[in-house]
């Protein structure tokens, strides 16, 4: 069975630095997509990022940014140009590209502080 | 505007009194799930439902209940809720799987004394 791991409970940044999140992931698949949700303290769920396994470049939304390294089942979450508003939860999620498996792993979750 | 639409947003109950908790989305989302986020532990699915009338339990779907009677509308049954049932709840959907982007709801926080 696959597993999602975040090892870093809880992460501060001074506002305008950059942090990087961890993620590792355990699958003996080699199709796969991976995800970066942020949950603020509204509990609203929101898509940062996704990685398909099959496509090597690092996906990238603006400010946010992953390093992808599928050998070592690894996929970190940079933030760049930390603002008030990046302070979160932030879970990292797999997905099998197996179109019978509809389950989404999700990790236990980084909680992002920053630092004014 | 696109949304899944929870409700209620707080609920505090007494343990065997049954409770449903609501979910509709209105973007013709063919899939749709819920799970429960416990500290600690991520979130952890409970059920889904593939389209109408095609649902299927996920990781933890001891003492729930649901129904896909219409594609819009998903909800989340506890016939004798427990306290281990305490949790921050989550309706989601999208319209396909694979790297489609999940719509969630706003959140139930269901307390059972």
């Known amino acids: 069975a696959q597993t999602v791991t975040q090892s870093q409970p809880e992460m501060s940044v001074q506002e305008a630095e950059t942090v990087t999140l961890s993620c590792t992931y355990d699958?003996?698949?080699?199709?796969?997509?991976l995800f970066w949700y942020k949950q603020p303290p509204s509990r609203q769920m929101i898509l940062v990022i996704r990685?398909?396994?099959?496509k090597q470049q690092n996906a990238t939304e603006n400010r946010f940014s992953v390093n992808f390294q599928k050998a070592a089942k690894s996929f970190s979450l940079k933030i760049s140009d930390s603002q008030l508003g990046d302070a979160a939860m932030y879970f990292c999620?797999?997905?099998?590209?197996?179109?019978?498996?509809?389950?989404?792993?999700w990790g236990a979750g980084t909680k992002l502080i920053i630092k004014p | 505007e696109a949304q899944v639409t929870q409700n209620p947003r707080y609920l505090i109950t007494v343990t065997g009194k049954k409770l449903t908790v609501t979910c509709s989305q209105n973007?013709?989302?063919?899939?749709m799930s819920w799970y429960r986020q416990d500290p600690g532990l991520g979130l952890r699915q409970i059920y889904y439902?593939?389209?109408?009338?095609?649902?299927d339990k996920g990781d933890v779907p001891e003492g729930y209940k649901v129904s896909r009677k219409e594609k819009r509308n998903f909800p989340l049954i506890l016939e004798s809720p427990s306290p281990n049932q305490t949790s921050l709840y989550f309706c989601?959907?999208?319209?396909?799987?694979?790297?489609?982007?999940?719509?969630f709801g706003s959140g139930t926080q269901l307390s059972v004394l």
């Open positions: 999620a797999y997905r099998s590209a197996e179109y019978s498996n509809y389950q989404l792993i």
């Open positions: 699958t003996s698949e080699s199709d796969y997509y």
């Open positions: 439902s593939m389209n109408v009338e095609v649902t």
């Open positions: 990685q398909e396994a099959y």
């Open positions: 989601a959907s999208s319209f396909r799987l694979g790297n489609e982007k999940l719509f």
């Open positions: 973007m013709n989302h063919e899939y």
